[in-house]
């Protein structure tokens, strides 16, 4: 997993300036949270998260109807 640097923030700076962390969240999509230098909360815009979700279904769905499509004969054994 590859972390943008400019969405990190120390916990001590979000629980000082949540508005800040928020903004960033509106403009970036996401901000990462670091206690003790550690990634340790990740927050997101819910509304891309859903939208990210519904894309992922569609992936799965497609995938599973390429693999069913594939193994057709598998299937109908299994069916019996």
Do not use: H
């Amino acid at each position: 997993m590859t972390v943008d640097t400019s969405i990190m923030v120390s916990i001590t700076e979000a629980n000082r300036n949540f508005s800040k962390v928020a903004k960033l969240v509106e403009e970036k999509g996401a901000a990462l949270i670091l206690k003790n230098n550690t990634p340790c909360f990740l927050i997101t815009d819910i509304r891309k998260t859903e939208e990210t979700s519904e894309a992922f279904d569609k992936d799965v769905l497609a995938i599973s109807q390429k693999l069913m499509a594939q193994n057709k004969e598998a299937y109908e054994v299994l069916a019996k």
